[in-house]
């Protein structure tokens, strides 16, 4: 793969990834601020390839907020999945270490706390590659991709299309 090519891969699988936090959030009732895959630093100074930030405020998530954030955190690495072909444990490094420190304020014991991530992960994945959730992905994905950055309401407005499409 040229340099051109390899570009362009990274920045399909930084949208998908992005664009998997987006649905994930607003599967689970989260409102969106926007969505971007501009690269930039996190609020602790590490890179970043791109970034969902979430609106502050009150959700009708599911009840359990540590679940709904650990899901959200997860479904980047489940959308980008789709397009590599496998888990990128290292472009989800950040995403994986706030899932572990969340986890960890569970108290339960490290084998409780790796099936529970396991059981997050495959609440993830069949939300998320569900045929209308998947739909929403790919738009949203392939807005970033044209656009590079868009709005919260942009994001919905995509997510609400693609729930309403037929298959």
């Known amino acids: 793969m040229d340099e051109e090519s390899?570009?362009?891969f990274a920045l399909k699988a930084t949208a998908y990834h992005?664009?998997?936090?987006?649905?994930?959030?607003?599967?689970l009732g989260r409102a969106i601020q926007k969505v971007t895959i501009v690269p930039g630093q996190t609020h602790l100074g590490a890179q970043r390839l791109g970034a969902c930030h979430l609106q502050k405020g009150k959700s009708r998530?599911?009840?359990d907020y540590l679940e709904d954030e650990v899901m959200i955190l997860l479904a980047g690495m489940v959308a980008e999945s789709q397009i590599t072909g496998q888990y990128c444990h290292q472009g989800a490094a950040q995403d994986l270490r706030y899932v572990r420190r969340m986890l960890l304020t569970r108290n339960?014991?490290?084998r409780q706390i790796q099936r529970l991530e396991k059981r997050l992960l495959s609440k993830t994945e069949h939300h998320l590659l569900d045929a209308d959730h998947w739909r929403a992905v790919q738009s949203i994905a392939a807005e970033l991709i044209k656009s590079q950055t868009i709005s919260g309401r942009a994001a919905k407005h995509l997510y609400e299309r693609s729930l309403s499409e037929e298959a």
């Open 6 to 8: 390899a570009l362009a």
């Open 18 to 27: 992005e664009a998997g936090h987006a649905v994930m959030a607003m599967v």
């Open 61 to 63: 998530g599911s009840g």
């Open 108 to 110: 339960d014991g490290q």
